[in-house]
């Protein structure tokens, strides 16, 4: 029995810490520095990319599916079959289906089972995971997943992905129209700790309003720890899952278009918080 784990950013480095703590754990990542200290600080085994091909799970968390199959190519001609890949990029649902087909005639499973819960969960070890794929399969590697606090299996391949785009979406409309009104309110004169503190006791809260704004925005840190651009990338995905279906989905669309506006002005690296400097921007007020 052997692990795997490919991308040690933001999410992956502490994600594989928890795979190194069960069990051997081989780590690949594009800049080998990170591998070494991940190595030194978690006992995981920093290796090349072809030399994790033999691992029986074999775990990614790279920016989006583009880079999935960059390493896929890599490893292609390498991997075994019986191998189960567990993709926990936040993905595109038809690229896991491309994925999970190519990897098939290879005789390698896939599972799309990306994660929520952040940096914290991520260190806490209390993800929740949304798995598309096969069920047998999961439940194959489901004590393997030591970064979770919760997995569910939503749907057939690529079901997963689709789970967190719109889980995504709906935080990108949360933060962005909870930034909107709290502009207003500070420009009228309100205080926006008093605000805040109305709206979550009352039915307008939000993951957004209880944490985010709060911890992030008022406080002006907007510590980066996920990216602008990668929130872009949810809402758009979001909005492929509901292209495909043909449905109508306005107010989605308009996120859309204002985090991409938010990533070109702001910085697409910058944390997603600091989407709402650019409301400020647009209101000439600070929300802090
Ligand atoms: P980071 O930007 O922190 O890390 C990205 C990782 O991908 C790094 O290991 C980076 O390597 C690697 N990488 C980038 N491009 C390539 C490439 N072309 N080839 C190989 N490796 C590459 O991202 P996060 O960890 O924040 O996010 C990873 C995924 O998880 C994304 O899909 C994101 O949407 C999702 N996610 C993020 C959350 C968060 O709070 N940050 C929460 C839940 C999901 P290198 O070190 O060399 O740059």
Known sequence: MSTA???????????AGHLARQSDTLVWNRTPARAQAHEAEFGSAACELSSLAHADVIFSCLPTSAEVWEVLRVLDGQLEAGTVWVDCTSGHPQEAQAQAAWLAERGVHFLDAPVSGGTGGAEAGTLT??????????????PRLAFAGKVVHVGPTGAGFAVKAVNNALLAVNLWAAGEGLAALKAGGVELTAALDVINASSGRSNASENLIGQRV???????TFALGLLAK????????????KGAAPLLGATGG????????IGGSADHTAALKLVEQMNDVEIS
């Open 218 to 224: 008022l406080s002006r840190e907007f510590p980066a």
């Open 129 to 142: 995971v949304m798995v598309g794929g096969d069920p047998a399969v999961l439940e194959r590697v489901r």
């Open 258 to 265: 204002l985090y991409r506006a938010a990533e070109r002005v």
């Open 5 to 15: 784990f490919i991308g040690l950013g933001a999410m992956g480095y502490p994600m």
């Open 234 to 245: 949810d809402v758009g995905i979001a909005l492929d899952v509901v292209g495909a279906q």
